[in-house]
């Protein structure tokens, strides 16, 4: 790990770990970001612990109190977010606590921050998980009157919306956006159509004349929709037989406790009272008649990321992994869409010489992450002690950690200077 970067220049106290490109810090979020200088990130983005039924180790508010807890961070992030500058929340809905009716906490929120904290709302976003558990099962499993609640809310928000802007070539947007960084791959019909260039022209029922050429033309990708898959895990080819269920299960659901929402107890209800921990995947999804091809598809498309390479460090040393974390699809295409790829040589926009991504949740810092491996320079704040210590796995390799466990059995070796640097 480095020992110093570019981004410490900008806040007073002393990072708990460095690399090259960015820094994460131990403390409360509030008290950090008033060390910012104003005007001086260009991109945040972050999940903040929801507003649960039940109190999570992370440290999630309840519905009630949630709102004003989370109210409380909007001047500083619009005082530190560039005029250009975005803030990106994702955000998890709830049911309310022993009633099949849902909350409306979140769109409260919203409006507040768009009203007290003086934010624009340039577009809403949807992260579609399809390998979401059922809950609460109390009314999605055993009574049947609900269905899975697969799809999460991220707002895109901003401090200036300038309509007039980047209409000439090199203009610079306001906010800073352009879909052409996060262009997908064609579908195979639209690659057939633009090879074969045929296509069912003329006048649409809509009162659309489409012309024969206007989708043949070759854009290098199609311009993404607001809807986000996640694709962090794929165990399409793994044996299910030789998983073991209760991990799986905690995985699907982010790492979650199962044993805090009675799940587990729910589960072995439904597969004949068969303990779960002598139970695999397979024989699990045969006991609640789940088809194995859906399962393939639901597990295809999901948030487990069980290979992932902080996760199997965190299982090789015996460290506990934070239990609710980012999938790195939804980091990775705010940080392109929202802020310029390199070369910067003439980036003169921020407050460095390059986009700042902050992270005031930084969890597993998966922000980090990304900006880093896209040449971004980033920062991270996190209140939890041990999970900003585990989030450096995702900076260093396997034999990098064991060399500095070894040099210190107490501590983390290098590690240790998270707590003296709090």
């Not at 807890?69 to 990106?88: A, C, D, M, T």
């Amino acid at each position: 790990m480095s020992n110093d970067s570019p981004v410490d220049a900008l806040l007073d106290s002393k990072p708990a770990y460095s690399t090259a490109a960015g820094s994460a810090y131990l403390g409360d979020s509030r008290r950090l970001l008033e060390e910012l200088p104003d005007n001086s990130i260009d991109l945040l983005v972050t999940s903040p612990p929801f507003a649960l039924q039940h109190q999570k180790e992370y440290g999630n508010q309840d519905q009630d109190s949630y709102n004003d807890w989370f109210i409380e961070f909007i001047p500083e992030i619009r005082r530190v977010l560039q005029p250009h500058g975005s803030l990106i929340i994702e955000i998890g809905g709830a049911f309310k606590q022993g009633y099949p009716e849902r909350s409306t906490y979140q769109f409260r929120l919203l409006n507040r921050i768009i009203d007290e904290g003086d934010l624009h709302l340039a577009q809403d976003f949807y992260w579609y998980n399809p390998a979401k558990l059922p809950s609460p099962i109390e009314w999605v499993n055993v009574r049947k009157i609900r269905v899975t609640d697969a799809v999460t809310h991220i707002w895109w928000l901003t401090p200036e919306i300038n309509k007039d802007s980047a209409v000439e070539d090199g203009e610079q947007p306001h906010p800073e956006a352009n879909n052409q960084r996060v262009l997908q791959d064609y579908s195979q019909s639209q690659e057939q159509l633009i090879e074969t260039g045929e296509f069912n022209d003329g006048k649409r029922s809509s009162g659309w004349n489409i012309d024969s050429e206007s989708f043949a033309n070759d854009n290098e990708g199609s311009i993404p929709d607001n809807l986000i898959e996640a694709h962090d895990g794929n165990l399409r080819d793994v044996n299910l037989d030789k998983i073991d269920a209760v991990e799986f299960l905690e995985a699907l659901s982010g790492g979650a406790d199962l044993e805090e929402i009675d799940a587990v107890e729910f589960l072995e209800a439904l597969s004949g009272d068969v303990e779960l921990e002598e139970m695999s995947v397979a024989d699990l999804f045969a006991a609640l008649d789940v088809d194995m091809n859906t399962a393939d598809s639901l597990i295809e498309a999901s948030n487990t990321a069980s290979n992932t390479h902080y996760l199997r460090m965190c299982r090789e040393f015996g460290f506990d992994s934070h239990p609710a974390r980012f999938p790195r699809q939804i980091p990775e295409f705010f940080i392109d869409f929202l802020t310029p790829n390199p070369p910067y040589d003439e980036w003169t926009d921020g407050e460095l010489d390059r986009p700042v991504v902050l992270d005031i949740f930084g969890g597993s810092n998966i922000t980090g992450k990304i900006a880093e491996e896209n040449d971004r320079y980033w920062i991270t704040f996190e209140a939890e002690e041990e999970y900003l210590e585990t989030s450096q796995f995702r900076f260093l390799e396997e034999e990098q950690i064991r060399k500095q466990l070894n040099e210190d059995q107490s501590d983390f070796g290098d590690f240790s200077t998270v707590s003296s640097n709090g």
